[in-house]
């Protein structure tokens, strides 16, 4: 007879392992950029990197693997009910990693344009002038403002062309929220995925203790093989 539960159990199992690939992935192809050379297409983005805990990334991986590695025979050996329990605090400790990690990225946006300033005020003149020129700006601020002024580039060549475009803060916070949120929500999309695999290993757990104590209660009264 199939084994609804169990099928149910495998199935979120191998949707659970798929995170760890594409947290390894999106941490691997990312990683370089940190360190890259900005142009005027990745300037924000490599700094929004920089600020994001890719590192978290590879670890909670490596966890997911973990997990799984522990959950399969736990799950095909009835009697391993012990790599179950196992597995059901690894699903907790992934849980906590990746939603410590969306909580951090997710406050961090409801500081955007104040983060933001002080990013900008650590860069080089060389990255600023690329990132005026990512967002077609003048400054963080605009041109009227003295921490951080302007830098004079082939965008911003006057105080007068500046005035007129305006600063950075506007596009570069909209830039910034519209990538974090995306990252935060995809944090938080792998937690809802780690519950519900925690769940049903809960069910899975509690199905078998529910069998072996029918199956004693069949050995106490003779009615086992009938």
Excluded at 10 to 33: C, I, K, Y
Excluded at 180 to 204: E, H, K, N, Q, Y
Aim: include cysteine; charged fraction near 10%.
């Amino acid at each position: 007879m199939t084994n609804k539960i169990l099928l149910t159990f495998l199935a979120f199992d191998m949707l659970f392992l798929l995170t760890g690939p594409l947290l390894l992935a999106v941490s691997a192809v990312f990683q370089p950029s940190m360190s890259g050379m900005s142009s005027t297409v990745s300037a924000a983005t490599r700094l929004l990197l920089q600020n994001t805990p890719l590192t978290v990334g590879f670890f909670n991986a490596g966890l997911i693997f973990l997990t799984f590695l522990v959950s399969i025979p736990g799950a095909i050996f009835a009697k391993k009910r012990i790599l179950l329990r196992i597995s059901s605090w690894l699903l907790i400790a992934c849980a906590l990693v990746s939603l410590a990690a969306g909580l951090d990225i997710w406050y961090s946006t409801l500081q955007t344009r104040s983060n933001l300033s002080v990013m900008w005020a650590m860069q080089t003149p060389t990255e600023q002038s690329l990132l005026q020129q990512q967002f077609q700006c003048c400054g963080y601020l605009g041109a009227n403002s003295t921490s951080p002024a302007f830098q004079m580039d082939t965008m911003c060549t006057s105080a007068a062309v500046a005035t007129q475009l305006g600063g950075c803060v506007g596009p570069f916070a909209s830039f910034a929220n519209s990538f974090l949120d995306i990252v935060f929500t995809s944090m938080f999309g792998i937690v809802a995925l780690d519950g519900i695999m925690f769940l049903c290993t809960l069910v899975v757990l509690k199905d078998r203790v529910q069998k072996e104590r029918y199956r004693l209660i069949d050995d106490k009264s003779g009615l086992r093989g009938i």
